[in-house]
């Protein structure tokens, strides 16, 4: 009886003992495979419906309007600086942590017009091609 459980307990033993290895040894692989200077990056991206969604993607310091749906990946129109000024200053306004819970609203406000107001360009671009 004490010999089955022996083999039970080496065996749970060795089993978590080759989780944590694994463990371990995926997330120093993960250092790897992870880019650190990432030439895309999706600053914002909102659904649109169930299979569609608008994203604001920066490429090389471009920022591009862009459509995502279960078919279709394409770039609508790219941003003018104007644009790129406003979301790179309301991103900017997010990260510090500020105390005042008024400029944080103020801050999202002015996101989420910028946003709108490019949704609804792309809802008119989109009915047009239709």
Do not use: C, H, W
Not at 10 to 31: E, F, M, P, Q, W
């Amino acid at each position: 009886m004490e010999l089955g459980l022996s083999y039970v307990l080496k065996s749970v033993v060795a089993l978590i003992v080759i989780i944590l290895a694994a463990n371990y040894g995926l997330k120093y692989l993960n250092t790897f495979m992870i880019k650190k200077n990432q030439v895309i990056k999706v600053i914002e991206r909102t659904p649109i419906s169930k299979s569609s969604a608008l994203s604001i993607v920066e490429i090389a310091d471009t920022y591009y309007l862009m459509s995502f749906t279960d078919t279709r990946n394409e770039i609508l129109r790219e941003l003018t600086a104007v644009e790129k000024e406003k979301i790179t200053s309301s991103i900017e306004e997010k990260r510090p942590a500020a105390p005042m819970k008024q400029k944080k609203q103020q801050t999202g406000k002015k996101a989420v017009q910028t946003f709108k107001s490019l949704q609804t360009q792309y809802q008119s671009f989109y009915e047009k091609r239709k």
